[in-house]
């Protein structure tokens, strides 16, 4: 069985840049795909950056593109989100989630990962 922790959220303002952190406890042999998912007040959840955990490829959807980077610390166990040039629209609470199904690529769908950690709140102001 697969724990999720996250860490690292807080408060930025407009171009400054957190990391987020997301602690993995349990096995990674049964999970195909790491992603961090977001959710703002009042709007869906949406998929912000995925990583295959057995081939390592990565990505990201548009709106973070060149902005964030996912990546993991296998030693750590642990899965980062940095995310730098921040903009008040990223304000959210970001979840860290795995899935455990082999699928050809990472699913960018959040119904697909079946494990969730509790959520990191990042705020950017303007």
């Known amino acids: 069985q697969v724990q999720l922790v996250e860490s690292g959220g807080g408060s930025v303002q407009s171009g400054g840049s957190l990391r987020l952190s997301c602690e993995v406890s349990?096995?990674?042999?049964?999970?195909?795909?790491m992603g961090w998912f977001r959710q703002a007040p009042g709007k869906e959840r949406e998929g912000v950056a995925f990583?295959?955990?057995?081939?390592?490829?990565?990505a990201y959807t548009t709106s973070v593109k060149g902005r964030f980077t996912i990546s993991r610390d296998n030693a750590k166990n642990t899965l980062y989100l940095q995310m730098d040039s921040l903009k008040p629209e990223d304000t959210a609470m970001y979840y860290c989630?795995?899935?455990?199904?082999?699928?050809?690529?990472?699913?960018?769908?959040?119904?697909?990962?079946?494990?969730w950690g509790q959520g990191a709140q990042v705020t950017v102001s303007s």
């Open positions: 349990g096995s990674l042999r049964s999970v195909y795909c």
């Open positions: 989630a795995a899935d455990r199904t082999f699928r050809d690529a990472c699913s960018m769908t959040r119904t697909d990962f079946d494990t």
């Open positions: 990583k295959n955990i057995p081939y390592g490829g990565t």
